[in-house]
């Protein structure tokens, strides 16, 4: 079974071309669905022993816990080895349920694969993209953020040209659904003739 790497920046079409994925019949495991399943549960009780205050009805509070971690790196590591490992296993559970069910290609959904390292657990990455623009006109519809708080999050992240650089397919998705839906169908005729290569 190969394992696509999928990533791109925010406001670039991900979500979107995750779910043609989806629709094209491949399993995708989706990180931050992950992360969110595992603070609604299992890990809500390790979180609220590190961090007191911050889950309430058996669930992690996000902003809370944002606000306690946000600034300080000593903090987000210690969250960070309490999430990891419990992602690592629902990643492998998601493997081998997708393995057994036969699937040729599964799908990992990870924002920052690039920034992590995680282009060496998979054994390609589609990289999704549009143009600077596009990108801003879309994120700044959704309502959720203002031009500043943006422009912070562009800033942390790998720039869109290096990540390109680094692909092993573009998705542009500057043209609408329809170009995107030819291109996974391209990308998954390819990558089943490509040899595995993740560590």
Do not use: C, N, W
Request: avoid cysteine; charged fraction near 25%; proline fraction near 6%.
């Amino acid at each position: 079974m190969l394992i696509l790497g999928l990533t791109g920046s925010i406001g670039m079409g991900k979500s979107t071309t995750a779910k043609l994925f989806m629709e094209a019949g491949v399993p995708v495991y989706d990180a931050d669905a992950a992360v969110h399943q595992l603070y609604e549960g299992e890990a809500a009780p390790a979180i609220e022993a590190a961090f007191p205050g911050t889950t309430a009805g058996g669930k992690v509070d996000r902003a809370k816990l944002s606000a306690r971690v946000v600034h300080d790196p000593a903090a987000m590591k210690q969250l960070e080895q309490i999430v990891h490992p419990m992602l690592g296993a629902s990643r492998q559970k998601f493997f081998a349920d997708a393995e057994a069910a036969g699937h040729p290609v599964v799908v990992v959904d990870v924002p920052l694969l690039f920034e992590t390292g995680g282009e060496k657990r998979v054994d390609a990455v589609v990289v999704v993209t549009t143009s600077p623009e596009l990108q801003r006109e879309r994120v700044l519809a959704r309502g959720t953020m203002d031009a500043a708080k943006l422009d912070a999050i562009i800033a942390k992240q790998m720039p869109d040209s290096e990540k390109r650089k680094r692909a092993d397919f573009i998705v542009d998705t500057s043209h609408g659904l329809d170009p995107v839906q030819a291109r996974i169908r391209d990308i998954l005729a390819e990558v089943v003739k490509m040899p595995k290569r993740r560590a």
